[in-house]
């Protein structure tokens, strides 16, 4: 908290007096340069273009502000937040151009909405627990304060002081009132929501030279820091960036979190505000970033859409920002690249500069292995990216132990996901939501994001019981996380993470070690994943595999159910699952090999005793169509310890246009378990007729600590948590 | 039989005498320019670079030939064909390099071929009624003496003349004696497999100077010319060039046409074989090309993979050859640059020269409405591509009212597709393969594909009473066929074409007009489908739309099957549906809107009395996961004469990234049968609340005949078979 102390002093004293505008989005010094380099800057230009030909279209029409009535995907919706968008341009387009019929545009509309707004109650629509009065969730109307905020800025001295008055009193006034009193509680969460409130009240601040303002933005509708936008720095991301609800959601709070944070350094460099915290904001950007397929596509992890990707304007923003305060990165290039287009102010203009100079700009982002603590002071678990080669061939493998994650976090501790060559293998299903598609629910998350998407069954770990974990209750998930037990990541042939959860069934402890190995003489990195789940009293233990693809074949005979389809089960989301197929096997080693794309995947399992094998397809109890119909393989065991081990193997390639399959069958061909207790699990694995030997601690995780392994034909001695051999070579 | 007989006779005179060799694949002068222009020409040099790397591999290896023993995919079949491509390419690397190490490959592999091949009977795992013998099937033995007899023309002069006789006495004459004597029959179809075989024995017969062999290859194993290459070129294509079997297996086929074609006009230009039929391997290809998606992908009705494209070798080779004799054609540059690769001939010099020189080379091949007649004699119906609009903003909707196709055809009368942005909105399943995926049926045609994908409901056509057409006979589809009523292809607003059939079903007359109409303020072409059924006695008829794509709404209420599913049916493809969810609907205006990636469908149909709509899901009676697990909208009427109009709408757009959905709604609001009789069809449909009026005659299609329609409002007289209005103006 001393930072923060110090960052509230200076705040105070320094925008205690009016100041020179436009300086919210851009200073004029910021929109002289951007003038200047719209001759020669291709892609600057471009981006000033398309800017000026949604604007121009509007120029001297009289633009609706109509009264709210619709919900999301509604026309009283679309307006409200196509009238923010082109507030904020043409505001820009002033500056860029001199031409008063953009500020003339800004003022009429801002003039429409200080008469418009003072007489609003909570939206007809509101079904949300904070309600908007312009949009059916306060969230839009905070969306629509900022962009407000930041064209009135823009046309600041374009504006008569009446002028400027009566719409700071009439258009900003009552929302900014409406969201520090009368919603104030949802104004000082530290959530995502809240970003958007304090950057709305901020950048108006800031605009209307309202200190006030600018000080509960910063610490709160009480002024004391306990809320607003430091403590949302301070709570809402790990120490090393990773924000608590996940990438997609990064994605979405990235941009409030940049447009204030911009704006006060505009005003108020010496706060050093994208320095905070170590340069948490550069951080976040960039732990989203980290977190993408090679389409750019946002991991799906906890609520989310699977077409998001990086060159959504929020991530367009952000970037463009950051290039100008954090200075030139090659990794940046890529990413701004397919964006196609800069925001117009200095970053804009620097990065666009970048991009028509840099003759080699790399096809993607230099995607490495990354490990992430979650929870404010990075103590509440944690995700870990495994990654093996080099995009386009990048193997990426997600391994998540963080905590909740907040209302849009899913039940789906020790979930794993993979994603290989740019196509997702085993998937997390995101939200169920078409959105801003009125008839689908307004365009709202759908209601199977809740009774299927975010159930545990949705995922890649154990469900016991079919319950899902904390029995579906959020809030009990969010008071825990599982804990990371021993990892390596990033380097050498053996990667590995293992994590342990004891908080999420009330009877069983989980334990999982995923294991990313390269080995000789094999082309792709096999996962080795060792599960082990621990109770006194006997459970039934489901593992899903929710992988995309076709069967392609199993070692294992199994019944299909031709003639008619029932659900696997009645309740969290089991009920949306229809059981196409369904085998009873040894559970000795089962395997299954699908096809993705143009690669085979092999999934060979090993667990206790004998064990039921269900194929299922999403789509049972969806009367409305929500779903995707995607297939799942789910391992079903029943007993007190029930330790699965499954080795996934990317094999061989078809080529359906050469029409050649090569490697269709997989290389692995058995699995041991030779010890697996309190002290060790140690297993092996047959790949071409060699042997590859795994050995971990499951109690004691010291590096230094000396362990033994005597069984059969071997006699190992070791230090620390694992030891791999492969052929009878050290290879860890 | 003029232009047969007047090539005849040339031919046989012409190869009387040995020749020089190289002179199949090319010619040593062509070799020579090869040489010559690899230093400055970037495309070929990296074709030629890919070649040697292959080669050069195996260069000092001894080659497995071993004993026939798996079906394809497995290991004896994938290493003959490996052989095959080793072969050839290894003697091309000789000619171009003059380096003997790469003619000693060749000659080592054809002296093993030569003890093999005279020890072998038919294939072990040979399940085809023209059995193979390195293969499981004769079509692969004839891909390999296609590819043998090239290799052997280019070490010819290399050889001894005890090698050379070695070679075609082991090696050659078993394979050449058993196609045409042995499987004779098989040898003298008029089929693509017989295409194979011809080239094979042509191109053996010109590298080995057997005269003989060349006569069998041009006449039929009886050299009377009712079989044989030059009774193919004139029975497997209509005089426009469409190829019997579709735009899948022309592609297939293509490849020995052009190939023994080819070595035919190194031999013997005077018998300007490509110049045969007014140039009909040109029309040949370019009906493929026309026939594809934006992707690529040919269309796929018929036994057809969706992921074949015009990137494939076949394509590539037929492409070069063509521009060879054909001269620069613009519309070639874009596909040979997607293919990135070229022959090594003079074909491809030149197109590589000209890919390098071309400063604007197209994104698109041009693609135009077309309409094709099929049969030899362009008497057997047809297909017609619809189009609308420039790529990647195409639209093409395929109509196919040809005959059956042979043994892959479907039972699809009168059936639609339609492709749009370059995606499959109406799809035609296409065949269930996955071809040489030994686990899959060891990568034959499934089981499915006769169970499900071939019969009538798989198609976006009427199925009567459950059955398919023609009882699922292949033979009786193939003695008949639709015939065109009326049309007007490629120009104006209006495009239609009619069809009708009364063979399909004994008692029932199907007679179908598709119009795809361009419409003032309406940004996307409509598809007005009139679907006329007429029979003496009551049938249950079931129109599927085949939609690829996301529900989003109905105007009718519907029950969905939510807790359990059951089949549609029992038989006829029936049994592969799952039955989701069914409706009861008057049948006055029935909508369905769904998306398909960013553009939103909806299909507005009026019956003529209430009808059953039933969404389904392929997959029931799968036990494999052959299938994949697309929807259905089927709307089932009752009744003797029933007649759908359908209206296909595109509309809007949905974008995930920016979030914004527009348009999500349908313009066509209402349908109105106003006459619906032996004499005329007229509907008006009312569109953004004007009104499109479509009135067709269902009996004279004289365009000079003059008629009349007074019905209310309407006091209309017209010449012709059709006539369109949209807000009371004129615009067919």
Redesign the interface.
């Known amino acids: 908290m001393k930072i923060f102390g110090l960052i509230y002093c200076i705040a105070f004293t320094t925008i205690s007096h009016a100041q020179i505008h436009p300086i919210a989005f851009a200073t004029g010094t910021d929109m002289e340069l951007v003038k200047k380099k719209l001759k020669d800057n291709y892609l600057l230009a471009q981006s000033f273009e398309e800017l000026k030909s949604q604007v121009d279209g509007w120029i001297g029409k009289d633009i609706d502000v109509p009264i709210p009535k619709d919900a999301a995907?509604g026309y009283t919706h679309d307006k409200h937040k196509a009238n923010y968008i082109l507030l904020f341009n043409s505001g820009l387009l002033y500056q860029l151009t001199g031409e008063k019929k953009y500020a003339q545009l800004v003022k009429n509309v801002l003039l429409k909405y200080s008469s418009l707004n003072p007489t609003l109650q909570n939206h007809p629509q509101a079904t949300s627990s904070s309600p908007g009065r312009l949009f059916w969730q306060a969230l839009n109307d905070a969306n629509w304060l900022v962009y407000a905020g930041l064209s009135f800025d823009c046309i600041h001295d374009y504006l008569t002081l009446n002028e400027r008055i009566s719409i700071a009193n009439g258009a900003f006034n009552p929302e900014v009132d409406y969201f520090t009193k009368d919603i104030k509680s949802w104004f000082d969460l530290i959530h995502n929501h809240a970003v958007w409130a304090c950057a709305g009240v901020g950048i108006v601040g800031i605009a209307t030279d309202n200190e006030d303002y600018v000080k509960m933005a910063l610490y709160g509708s009480n002024k004391d820091g306990k809320a607003g936008f430091i403590a949302q720095l301070d709570g809402l991301f790990s120490p090393d960036g990773y924000y608590n609800e996940g990438p997609y959601y990064t994605r979405y709070a990235i941009l409030p979190f940049y447009l204030l944070a911009n704006a006060i350094n505009n005003t108020s460099p010496s706060l050093k505000i994208f320095q905070y915290r170590h340069n948490i904001l550069e951080k976040a950007l960039e732990g989203a970033l980290e977190q993408t397929n090679l389409n750019g596509a946002f991991y799906t992890y906890n609520d989310a859409?699977k077409?998001?990707?990086f060159?959504?304007?929020e991530i367009v923003v952000a970037l463009d920002i950051a290039w100008q305060v954090y200075g030139y990165k090659k990794s940046y290039l890529p990413i701004a690249k397919s964006q196609g287009r800069v925001i117009l102010n200095s970053g804009g203009v620097s990065l666009s500069e970048a991009l028509q100079k840099e003759k080699n700009i790399p096809l993607y982002y230099p995607y490495k292995s990354v490990e992430y603590t979650d929870g404010a002071n990075g103590d509440k678990g944690g995700v870990a990216v495994l990654r093996n080669g080099v995009a386009p061939d990048l193997t990426s493998l997600v391994f998540k132990y963080s905590s909740h994650g907040m209302a849009h976090g899913h039940f789906d501790k020790l979930n794993i996901n993979l994603y290989d060559n740019g196509n997702e293998i085993l998937q997390d299903y995101g939200a169920s939501r078409?959105?801003?598609?009125?008839?689908?629910c307004g365009?709202r998350y759908l209601p199977e994001t809740k009774s299927y998407a975010q159930q545990s069954i949705a995922h890649n770990t154990i469900t016991v019981d079919e319950t899902s974990h904390y029995h579906g209750d959020e809030k009990e998930s969010e008071r825990n996380h599982p804990i990371k037990l021993f990892g390596s990541v990033g380097k050498g042939n053996v990667q590995v993470i293992s994590s342990l959860d004891s908080t999420a069934y009330h009877n069983v402890v989980m334990q999982r070690s995923i294991y990313m190995i390269n080995l000789p003489e094999i082309n792709n990195p096999i996962t080795v994943d060792f599960f082990r789940n621990i109770s006194a009293t006997s459970h039934q233990y489901d593992l899903p595999f929710n992988y995309l693809g076709?069967?392609?074949?199993t070692n294992f005979p199994y019944t299909?159910n031709?003639?008619?389809?029932?659900?696997l089960g009645n309740a969290n989301g089991y009920e949306h699952l229809?059981k196409?197929?369904e085998a009873r096997v040894s559970g000795k080693f089962n395997q299954f090999?699908f096809?993705n794309h143009k690669t085979f995947y092999t999934i060979s399992t090993c667990t206790n005793d004998s064990a039921s094998i269900y194929?299922t397809?999403i789509?049972?109890?969806?009367?409305?169509?929500n779903l995707?119909?995607d297939p799942s393989y789910i391992i079903r065991t029943k007993g007190n310890n029930e330790t699965y081990i499954n080795v996934i193997e990317p094999h061989g390639n078809?080529n359906?246009?050469?029409?050649?399959?090569t490697n269709?069958?997989a290389d692995v061909n058995e699995i041991e378990k030779l010890q697996d207790d309190e002290n060790i699990t140690a297993v092996s694995i047959k790949i071409k007729n060699k042997t590859l030997l795994i050995i971990q601690t499951n109690k004691d995780f010291d590096k230094t600590t000396k362990h033994f392994f005597n069984k059969g034909e071997y006699h190992i001695e070791w230090n620390g948590p694992y030891y791999v051999t492969f052929d009878n070579k050290k290879i860890n």
Chains 1, 2 share one sequence.
Do not use: C, H, M
């Open positions: 995907g859409l077409d998001k990707t060159i959504t304007n078409f959105i801003n598609i009125e008839q689908k365009g076709t069967v392609i074949s299909a031709t003639k008619s389809l029932t659900t229809w196409e197929a090999t096809l194929f397809l789509g049972a109890n969806d009367p409305n169509f995707r119909n078809f359906a246009v050469s029409e050649i399959a269709a069958y």
